[in-house]
């Protein structure tokens, strides 16, 4: 079945220490892939998409993200967390050849030790 | 301000009774969706205004869930007869055109809970 997967439901960080979320999408071809931030009592917000050409993507707030065609797979990354950063995460599709919708993955919620 | 606007943010009702939900998108903004947060359901997709297109509603989870847009600016989601599995958070968002190239706003969502 046509999915987008985030295989971790909860990840707990160190601040300072890195962060590395994973994603994965089982669709035919390869779709247009985001990721969005939800923080407490806030809306989601956009962090970085990717469509085509250098399959490493910079965003905001320090993150950044890899394509892998290979491993049909769209990772997320940070270097360094800060305790800001908790929140929890969504990995996005949208399939080129059905219209604008976004398909979400289920979220990894993010827990910031000091 | 400049974002998407919802309302009601909180929202009680009563199993059985109507609801309406109200999205003020992005001004000029030409498309519009709505989006349900449930727990144990994710983020899921339920209808998609796009100008003047006829809007996909291949995402309304039953006839009770219809939604318009008026003068292609505000949306309304209406609930009929609600049920307790229709509480959940309620995300309005839009975007410049309708493409995938454009970033999609979300607004902060209304929660609804069905007693």
């Known amino acids: 079945a046509q999915s987008v997967t985030q295989p971790d439901i909860h990840i707990t960080v160190s601040e300072g220490a890195s962060l590395e979320l994973r994603c994965n999408y089982s669709?035919?071809?390869?779709?247009?892939l985001f990721w969005y931030v939800q923080s407490p009592g806030q809306g989601l917000q956009l962090l970085l998409k990717y469509f085509s050409g250098d399959t490493l993507v910079q965003g905001i707030k320090g993150f950044e993200a890899e394509f892998k065609r290979s491993q049909s797979s769209f990772n997320l990354r940070k270097p360094s967390v800060h305790w800001s950063d908790a929140a929890e995460y969504f990995c996005?599709?949208?399939?080129?050849?059905?219209?604008?919708?976004?398909?979400f993955g289920g979220g990894t919620r993010v827990l910031v030790k000091p | 301000g400049a974002g998407v606007s919802q309302s009601p943010s909180n929202k009680v009702t009563e199993k059985g009774k109507d609801v309406e939900l109200r999205c003020d998108p992005i001004s000029g903004h030409t498309a519009l969706y709505w989006y349900r947060q449930s727990l144990g359901q994710g983020l899921e997709f339920l209808i998609y205004?796009?100008?003047?297109?006829?809007?996909?509603k291949s995402g309304l989870p039953s006839d009770r869930f219809s939604a318009e847009r008026t003068g292609g600016s505000v949306s309304t989601l209406t609930i009929q007869r609600t049920q307790q599995e229709d509480s959940a958070v309620y995300l309005c968002?839009?975007?410049?055109?309708?493409?995938?190239?454009?970033?999609?706003?979300f607004g902060e969502g209304s929660w609804l809970t069905v007693v």
């Open positions: 205004f796009q100008g003047n297109s006829a809007p996909d």
């Open positions: 968002a839009s975007s410049p055109l309708g493409s995938a190239v454009n970033t999609i706003y």
């Open positions: 996005a599709v949208v399939l080129k050849a059905a219209g604008n919708k976004l398909t």
């Open positions: 669709y035919g071809a390869t779709p247009y």
